[in-house]
């Protein structure tokens, strides 16, 4: 009996812990991101040669193109938003480096318009109030970069990238308002999928001393969602294209 009490404590423990899929892939890759990052520090201990550098930067995240649209089919409502990442890199020959980044991307919705466009297409709806989480996007990506020296201690970079896009849909809650009898209320559940992104960046940096810089920079990254919904009776994929446009400062520190 002692044993069976014991089991059960343990089942439940077990249970509370479980967590969906998508949370322990963005964990898994978050603590292999973490490794490669603090690998990148630690090379600097054998090899002098090579700068090896961290930055953590902050700043405006701008969804463009379809993202930022406001067509129910292809687009997402979204708005200026905030983005942090931090970032590790090495020069390896002359002027060519390797970096990897991991940041996080928030975008909130633009209700209003979305209840407009709502409004406009359903001829029997009145009005409508709308509360909408904001879209959430971990990105981690890297590639090669190429630094060019400019005029006294700036410096210029250029760099490609590519990795995967952790995407998020917002949760949403409708409450509208029909000329006949409908609904008092229904809901929009969220919805998540991990996706191929590209782009590029490019910064200039100014060297304070020869250990901290700081820098300003815009990065370029695209990819392809597909997010599942599912009710209770049928099952959809809605695809989006996600493109934004970071432009933010950071701090830079180098290594040795």
Partial sequence: MIFKFFSLIQLKNLQKEKKPNFALSIEFLMKKTLFLIFYL???????QTHRTYL???SGLSLPILDYSSNNLET????QPGFTTSLEAGMKIYKRWGVTLQSGFQLHGVDVGYLGWEKIQVDPFLEDVYIRSDPYRIIHIVGGPEFCLPLYNKFNFDLKLLGGVFFSRTPYQLYKPTYFMVGPPYYEITSSSDISFACGGGARIRYAITNCYEVSLQGEFLSSQAAFPFQTASTSRIENKTITILNISAGLVLYLF
Avoid: D, M, V
Avoid at 41 to 46: H, K, R
Avoid at 75 to 78: K, N, V
């Fill in 75 to 78: 687009g997402c409502f979204t």
């Fill in 41 to 47: 520090c630690g090379i600097t201990l054998f090899a």
């Fill in 55 to 57: 930055e953590l930067k």
